[in-house]
């Protein structure tokens, strides 16, 4: 330390000096530690020694208080990941001081001195006790052996850095956890936090309160967390989780120091992992966890209504006000909402006025532990509830439930969601639609017509879904009818005992059978189904509903006891995968690629666009395109995303082969729609113009992953350089162009950006011009190529893939 510090006092004294200039001095001081006698205050910071974070006096947003923060020095903007007085602001910092205390901790002194926060170490009476700031953005104090005696990474804010560990001390019982900011404006600790689940599982869970748990990670495995794909290896992190005699831990590193993270719950309760996107100069999410908003546990508050499918994710109740409007604004709803008007029966001096009412809410989530009354009538329920000025809702379902207290985890639903019911919110009558003022009477009227064509409304919408569901399942019958069922011992007989395997996916091994009128079938044995017979005929019978020529035909299926198998037409001329990568086979010429391709996206077009609900594939890639003996090709295996359920965890384990294929939105928590499949499709097209595999080229010797490469050739223009070798320039200019294009389209890092896959025929029917595509950048990102990024900026400008220029 002395030898460090000694050219920069000679400097200040230089300065001293000739200057007399205080401003440069303290820039002169600028280290990366603290030791004894020196502080931090006013606009003075320190940064680490390879100047990638800084440490000083900050003010959040519109606050008027200071705090000690870190931050990014390399990122504008003053990303803030750990605060020192969270919870003790200080107004003025000019005379406010941080520094080492003569018992060798780290303090900091408001104006009139007073400690306000101390990082409360072993005491340390040293001479050469320091505080350093490493260049992990880890804050730690050293005492004279050189012992680190305290780090900032043992009391994380609201944010999980890389090398900062979570967990429990198995020998104090204390735990480690990340607690939310109160909001954006205060680092006030608030209600949110992510822990080591304290029921002692190996398990993260996230918690509302200290007490309600909202979300859990799924259990270490022993490889990753259950729940969480981000964890699982093929990503940038590395997550470990260990478990000794002192602690119960996991950390976190990066497998590439230039990749910036960090892992954060936020004031509205939602778990996120950033990453900084140097290209846009952005934070972007990996992963944010609840997926489903309103799942965050009282997000809106109380009395406050979740509403997944509103832009207003959250609103109050009728009768009710958000409590703190200034928090409302930064969409931090939790302080929820009150009453505008109170009720009769807790204001004993407005007796006299009408009584208190209750408004009838349908299609609500019932808020959880309610108090069961055996009363015998939807009336007494009513009843008993009025009578107790504390109730503000009663329930009358299969029983009598009253609420008393604050209402939480309102949620409206929407058909198909299951747990529904009607709630009576308890209102005061002057509040209610329909009491005596006319201006009041004019709006509810007003309401009312409203009210009532939306009565009428759904009437209609049911009546019709009615007629609609009925017709479908008259259909079903009779497709089932054409579907044949056969027994387990058929299929024996057909696949002479599953001898000729023709092939094994995610879902289970496929086997080669005829059947008596001599026609060759492709018999699937299903592994990991978990539905029901029932739930599997319908399913079935709803997929051999779906017919097209690009499109692999199911004939029949076998449900027994737990074995589920389906049988397909059979498919002659394989897989496309055996065709491109297979160096024994003939080179597919580009005229039948291009056929290839049509088929693909016509077949995938009427999945997503012509069926009656609309079927992502999910798991698009060569191998599950089959080619008949004219070549014309077939997709296969769609729906199977259908019949395993919506875990979408496991369709993510079944699927961690094909990694490459998959959209960001698998992995950063974002919904799931069709684009999902545009963006495999994408990938896909880049193997049918090359070859190759994406994961397997000579062209730019190994080093990165295929697509990034091949998106910059084709952004640059540069196309036939793309080209499969075999086919020796023998393309269409104007086909290749346009699927090279479409190409790119459809891996761009938002789903919004990607075409659909009814566009993509119109482009390649020639019906439809498409534009230059900008470079796709997450992807390069994500697979670790970050050479191209720097100097060659996409055009963040959105242009319309149909664009006619
Ligand atoms: C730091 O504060 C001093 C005086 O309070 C001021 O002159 C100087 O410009 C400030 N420096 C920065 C970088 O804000
Ligand atoms: C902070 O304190 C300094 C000196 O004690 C004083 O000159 C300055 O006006 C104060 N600033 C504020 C904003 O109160
Ligand atoms: C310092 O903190 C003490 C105790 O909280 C408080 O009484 C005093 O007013 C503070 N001084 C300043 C200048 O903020
Ligand atoms: C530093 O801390 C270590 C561990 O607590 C202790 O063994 C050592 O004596 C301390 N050194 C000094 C100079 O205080
Ligand atoms: C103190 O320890 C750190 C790492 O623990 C090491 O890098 C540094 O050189 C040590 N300093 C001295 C003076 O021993
Ligand atoms: C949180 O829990 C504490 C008791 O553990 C309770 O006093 C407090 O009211 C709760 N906060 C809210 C917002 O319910
Ligand atoms: C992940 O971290 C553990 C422990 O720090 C280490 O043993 C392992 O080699 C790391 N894995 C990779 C892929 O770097
Ligand atoms: C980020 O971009 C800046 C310039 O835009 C460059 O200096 C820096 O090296 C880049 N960082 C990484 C990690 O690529
Ligand atoms: C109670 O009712 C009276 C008369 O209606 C009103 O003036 C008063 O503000 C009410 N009190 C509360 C706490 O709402
Ligand atoms: C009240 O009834 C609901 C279902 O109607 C049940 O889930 C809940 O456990 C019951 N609560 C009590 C306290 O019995
Ligand atoms: C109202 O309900 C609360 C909560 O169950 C209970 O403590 C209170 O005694 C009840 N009041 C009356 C008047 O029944």
Request: proline letters at 4%; aromatic letters at 10%; a neutral charge.
């Amino acid at each position: 330390m002395d030898t460090e510090m000694r050219p920069c006092s000679s400097l200040s004294i230089f300065l001293l000096f000739f200057l007399f200039s205080s401003p440069n001095i303290q820039h002169c001081l600028a280290t990366d530690s603290i030791s004894l006698g020196q502080s931090v205050s006013g606009n003075r910071t320190i940064v680490s020694k390879g100047g990638n974070f800084e440490l000083g006096f900050f003010t959040p947003g519109n606050s008027r208080n200071y705090y000690i923060g870190i931050w990014y020095k390399t990122i504008p903007g003053q990303t803030v990941f750990w605060v020192a007085n969270r919870a003790t602001p200080i107004s003025n910092t000019s005379s406010a001081e941080f520094k080492i205390s003569e018992d060798g901790k780290l303090v900091l002194l408001n104006g009139s001195k007073i400690p306000v926060w101390s990082s409360n170490s072993t005491p340390s009476t040293s001479e050469s006790t320091v505080a350093v700031l490493l260049d992990t953005g880890n804050l730690v104090i050293r005492n004279g052996s050189n012992t680190t005696i305290w780090q900032s990474f043992d009391h994380p804010t609201d944010t999980w850095m890389p090398g900062g560990w979570l967990g429990v001390n198995k020998i104090t019982g204390e735990y480690q956890s990340i607690t939310s900011w109160e909001n954006p404006d205060n680092p006030a600790p608030g209600l949110f936090a992510e822990s080591m689940d304290p029921d002692g599982s190996n398990q993260f869970v996230l918690l509302w309160n200290g007490s309600e748990v909202y979300w859990s990670s799924g259990l270490w495995n022993g490889q990753y967390f259950t729940e969480v794909p981000t964890t699982a290896e093929s990503t940038p992190f590395n997550f470990t989780f260990h478990d000794n005699n002192q602690r119960k831990y996991a950390m976190y590193t990066i497998l590439d120091s230039s990749f910036i993270t960090r892992c954060v719950i936020d004031s509205s309760g939602l778990l996120k992992q950033w990453y900084w996107l140097n290209s846009s100069q952005e934070w972007q999410t990996v992963f944010t966890q609840p997926v489903a908003q309103c799942d965050v546990y009282s997000l809106c508050g109380a009395f406050g209504i979740c509403d997944q499918k509103s832009s207003n994710i959250c609103r109050c109740s009728y009768g009710f006000e958000p409590a703190s409007m200034k928090e409302w604004e930064f969409n931090v709803w939790n302080s929820g909402c009150v009453r505008k008007t109170s009720l009769r029966c807790s204001n004993k001096s407005s007796a006299g006025g009408e009584g208190d009412r209750f408004l009838e809410m349908t299609n609500m989530r019932l808020p959880a532990s309610p108090q069961n009354l055996t009363v015998g009538s939807a009336e007494d329920c009513e009843q008993a509830c009025l009578n107790n000025c504390s109730c503000n809702a009663y329930a009358y379902v299969s029983g009598c439930s009253i609420w008393t207290g604050d209402l939480r985890n309102l949620q409206r639903l929407y058909d198909g969601d299951s747990g529904a019911g009607t709630l009576h919110l308890r209102l005061a009558a002057s509040d209610f639609p329909g009491s005596s003022s006319s201006h009041k009477f004019a709006i509810d009227l007003t309401l009312s017509v409203i009210g009532g064509v939306l009565v009428i409304l759904c009437v209609l919408v049911g009546l019709i879904w009615t007629f609609r569901r009925r017709k479908q399942i008259r259909m079903a019958r009779k497709i089932e009818g054409s579907l044949i069922q056969f027994t387990y011992g058929d299929l024996q007989r057909v696949t002479k005992n599953f001898s000729e395997k023709l092939g094994g996916g995610g879902f289970g091994s496929v086997f080669k059978g005829t059947l008596i009128d001599s026609s060759e079938v492709a018999v699937k044995k299903l592994e990991g189904l978990r539905q029901g017979e029932k739930q599997f005929r319908t399913e079935v019978s709803t997929l051999a509903a779906i017919q097209h020529v690009n499109l692999v035909r199911l004939r029949g299926f076998c449900s027994k006891g737990s074995e589920r198998l389906l049988v397909y037409e059979y498919m002659s001329g394989g897989s496309l995968d055996s065709h491109l990568f297979q160096n024994n086979s003939t080179v597919l010429d580009w005229k039948m690629r291009y056929q290839i391709i049509l088929g693909i996206a016509r077949g995938l077009a009427y999945l997503h666009e012509k069926c009656r609900e609309c079927i992502i594939h999910c798991d698009i890639k060569p191998d599950n395109i089959l080619l008949d003996k004219d070549f014309c090709a077939k997709v296969a295996d769609f729906g199977m995303a259908k019949l395993i359920g919506r875990d979408f965890s496991r369709v993510l384990t079944t699927m961690r082969g094909t990694i490459g294929y998959l959209a960001p939105e698998w992995i950063s928590g974002l919904p799931i729609t069709s684009k999902v499949d545009a963006y495999s499709f994408g990938m896909m097209l880049f193997e049918l113009i090359s070859g190759n595999r994406n994961t397997m080229h000579p062209e730019d010797g190994n080093k990165s992953f295929y697509p990034s490469w091949a998106a910059k050739r084709i952004t640059e223009g540069d196309i036939f350089s793309l080209l499969d070798r075999r086919l020796n320039g023998a393309a269409d200019i104007e086909e290749l162009t346009r699927v090279c294009r479409v190409a790119c389209w459809c891996i761009q890092d938002s789903e919004g950006h990607r075409p659909t896959m009814g566009q993509v025929v119109q482009i390649l029917e020639g019906a439809l011009e498409v534009s230059m595509p900008p470079l796709p950048t997450a992807l390069q990102l994500l697979t670790g190529d970050h050479s191209q990024i720097g100097n060659q900026l996409p055009s963040t400008e959105y242009k319309d893939p149909l664009d006619q220029s």
